[in-house]
């Protein structure tokens, strides 16, 4: 499709449905998550409940430097987006949105979010956010994504930051505690993402995006998820260890930490016995390391009252 069938077509694009797109190049539904990693953090600095302003600020400047990091990424794999399935609908792909207006829209909210988070909270969350949306977009995206496959593993970095950024609007500082839950989600995001490659592994072959599951078996796949997952449960109980948290989070990052391991080691028994196809059900691990990660952060804001 050219350009100018391209402006043609958005004319007769109904306005709600053009406002729709553009939040759909913000990827939404991951922001959501990158929020439940915030939030709770500044409960954890705060000791107790945080400004409840600054928490709105902090909240809104996530998701619009989120939202840019995700609006540029989505103008970079514009090619292979379009031959993927799960990102065949894509804005850009259906043509809502121009590659123009993507790219001036991700630029805009990477800079209203950076002015935004240090004009209303403070600098040092502001080059933090402005940190994590350059690495997204450059390291990972641009560098990464397409030669190696470790790629989500170097570039998941960029979805650890809100941890910091949570602790640093209430702080104007970092410590241990965020620096130990900046690597839970370090260790947490490959075992949380390659069950899902592994099930979409065709749809990466096609473009030829090295997903791990794509060069690599299901067995070292899995025996790679379960590493990481053993990594991430031992990291989660030195902010107990270290004296930040006490028994009500220890016992959930027990209890979550232990169904998270008997899910990666169960996921590994299938490989290792060369299930193909719904069998193997790499999604259950998929699916349990959203809630996982969800138990986990609640146990962080909830720990500071029961202490």
């Known amino acids: 499709m050219t350009g100018t069938s391209q402006s043609q077509n958005q004319s007769h694009r109904p306005f709600g449905a053009r406002v729709m ?61 379009a031959l993927m399935d799960r990102t065949s609908q894509r804005p850009l792909v259906t043509g809502m949105v121009s590659p123009r207006e993507c790219l001036a829209f991700g630029i805009t909210l990477a800079v209203a979010s950076t002015l935004l988070f240090g004009l209303t909270v403070n600098w040092l969350s502001a080059w933090l956010s402005l940190g994590a949306l350059l690495f997204y977009v450059v390291v990972y995206t641009m560098i990464l994504k397409r030669r190696t496959s470790q790629n989500i593993v170097w570039g998941g970095i960029a979805g650890c930051m809100p ?53 690599a078996s299901n067995k070292t796949v899995a025996r790679q998820i379960v590493a990481y997952s053993w990594a991430m449960v031992a990291v989660s109980l030195m902010l107990t260890v270290l004296g930040y948290t006490g028994w009500f989070y220890t016992t959930v990052a027990l209890v979550a930490g232990g169904w998270w391991l008997w899910e990666a080691h169960a996921l590994q028994g299938r490989a290792r016995a060369e299930v193909a196809g719904g069998k193997l059900k790499e999604m259950r691990l998929f699916h349990w390391s959203i809630t996982y990660v969800s138990l986990l952060f609640v146990a962080v804001a909830v720990d500071p009252f029961l202490r």
């Not at 990158?34 to 705060?46: K, Q, S």
């Not at 409840?52 to 990424?73: D, H, W």
């Not at 970092?174 to 260790?187: T, Y």
């Open 163 to 215: 941890v910091l950024i949570g602790w640093s609007s209430v702080t104007n500082s970092l410590s241990w505690a965020p620096v130990i839950l900046f690597l839970v989600m370090f260790f947490w995001t490959p075992p949380h993402y390659w069950p899902l490659s592994m099930k979409v592994r065709d749809d990466y072959a096609r473009v030829g995006v090295p997903m791990l599951p794509v060069v």
């Open 21 to 81: 797109a553009f939040v759909a190049l913000t990827k939404p539904r991951i922001i959501e998550l990158l929020l439940i990693t915030t939030v709770p953090v500044m409960f954890l600095a705060e000791q107790g409940v945080p400004d409840l302003g600054l928490v709105l600020l902090t909240c809104l400047g996530g998701y619009i430097s989120a939202g840019g990091a995700n609006a540029l990424n989505m103008y970079i794999d514009r090619d292979i987006d």
